[in-house]
């Protein structure tokens, strides 16, 4: 008997984290922290995990909503085993110890014990590491029947080192998909997947609601920003691109040097800086043991400068430029925030946004304006008129929803658990399971709400 129990990211996108009860084995699949909550309601329902067998914790990848709650986790629950891809292990200590700077600035509980950098640096330690596609076996301490659990890591196409999850056992096969890309991107290609059938698939939804003819190929998406960042050069302005530092500040310094090199985008100076620097080298370290284009391009030797060498924002429209800066969705105190402001009082500039925007940040505000508005960022920020051209595309690190119902039909699950995405998203892809498998149990996971499996 198999008990799937979601302690954050079910039924939204943020503090994703699942625990897997596999015949007393206890499992928890990812271990994230919500990007738009604080303290103790960005993580995961720990308190549900009271009294069950708990033995080990598979990470998918190092994005925040999936790993940023692991130290807490690990502080309660100190004998867990913890394994990752090489890749993720590597990004992991980046980002964590990246994070503990801005949990200070964000929460102001004092009862909400940060973690500190010498207890990341041992937890990194203790991470165990397998290669996609390595077979390791997970023995549970109270495993009620003695019988073998096998896990295997498939390459999820999403960002460097994540990975989907087949989980084995008495004959039968869960599929757990991460956040997985089927499509290739500049760096990235897509996702592959288990050979055989599964019993149960744990589907993500993410873009479940969105019409894919709205979702260009790369290559195409490519050519749209590239004739639109050469109108900003024309007139003299300059671009600002806000990018997760992680994945997608990665593609997207990738697409616009790779363009520079070929003729088609005027040569400008290159503007990024953080965390987003670090990983490039871990990115460049693993290019030839990961499935990745042009793995001959090293980033770090792409000609950038650092935005944190500028004195003053104006320097930025001396010149035509663009600016990569983190993070992605805008929010409040980051770089991308803090040039933002500045960007959109600047009439021959752009903002151009490319990838997912939570709407309840300034970011989509931002996206969903246009020249002449008055946005408010934050309510303690003072009116602004936009005076800069907003426009936006969409190079997606995650499956079109056609796609996500291809991997329904490769894999021939008997049942299939819809988690990660908003209920429209969850609705579409459930609807449209049914209307294609009938005799497919879809499950809509709630947090908090246990669903069993023979």
């Known amino acids: 008997m198999t008990k799937f129990l979601p302690l954050g990211g079910a039924n939204e996108i943020g503090a994703n984290s699942y625990y897997l009860n596999i015949n007393g084995t206890g499992i928890i699949l990812d271990c994230g922290m919500h990007p738009q909550k604080t303290g103790l309601d960005a993580l995961p329902k720990f308190n549900l995990l009271k009294d069950k067998p708990l033995d080990y914790v598979l990470i998918s990848h190092a994005h925040q909503d999936h790993l940023n709650a692991l130290p807490f986790l690990i502080k309660e629950f100190p004998y867990l085993r913890i394994v990752t891809t090489p890749q993720t292990r590597a990004i992991a200590e980046l980002t964590l110890n990246n994070s503990i700077s801005i949990l200070s600035k964000q929460v102001t509980d004092e009862s909400f014990e940060i973690y500190s950098r010498e207890e990341v640096d041992l937890l990194i330690q203790s991470i165990d590491y397998k290669a996609y596609n390595e077979k ?5 301490y109270k495993s009620s029947n003695g019988k073998s659990i096998t896990a295997e890591f498939y390459d999820a196409g999403h960002v460097l080192g994540s990975a989907g999850m087949l989980i084995e056992h008495d004959d039968r096969k869960l599929f757990f998909t991460g956040d997985v890309n089927l499509s290739s991107q500049s760096i990235m290609n897509g996702a592959s997947l288990p050979s055989s059938k599964v019993n149960t698939l744990i589907l993500e939804c993410t873009y479940g609601a969105t019409d894919s003819s709205l979702l260009n190929n790369w290559e195409d998406e490519t050519n749209r920003l590239i004739s639109s960042i050469n109108k900003i050069f024309n007139n003299g302005g300059s671009v600002l691109i806000p990018v997760f530092s992680f994945g997608k500040m990665q593609e997207m310094l990738m697409t616009i040097y790779l363009q520079m090199e070929k003729g088609k985008l005027t040569k400008a100076d290159i503007y990024t800086g953080g965390i987003g620097t670090k990983i490039n080298r871990v990115y460049d370290y693993n290019r030839y043991v990961v499935n990745r284009n042009e793995k001959e391009l090293i980033l770090h030797d792409i000609p950038v400068i650092s935005y944190y060498d500028i004195k003053s924002t104006e320097d930025f429209f001396k010149y035509p430029c663009i600016v990569l800066a983190s993070s992605g969705m805008m929010i409040e105190s980051t770089m991308s925030y803090i040039l933002a402001k500045r960007w959109l009082k600047q009439k021959n500039s752009a903002i151009f946004t490319v990838g997912y925007m939570d709407d309840q940040t300034p970011g989509y505000l931002i996206a969903n304006s246009k020249k002449g508005d008055k946005i408010k960022l934050t309510e303690s920020d003072d009116e602004i008129i936009v005076k800069c051209t907003i ?16 991997i329904v039909k490769s894999l021939k699950p008997e049942n299939v658990v819809l988690i990660h995405g908003d209920p429209e998203a969850i609705n579409w892809v459930g609807s449209a399971i049914i209307k294609s498998r009938k005799e497919i149990k879809v499950h809509s996971a709630v947090n908090g709400k246990e669903i069993s499996f023979a």
């Not at 390791?136 to 549970?140: H, R, S, W």
């Open 391 to 406: 426009k936006n595309f969409r190079f997606s690190a995650h499956s079109k929803r056609e796609e996500l119902i291809s």
């Open 136 to 140: 390791f076996d997970i023995t549970g």
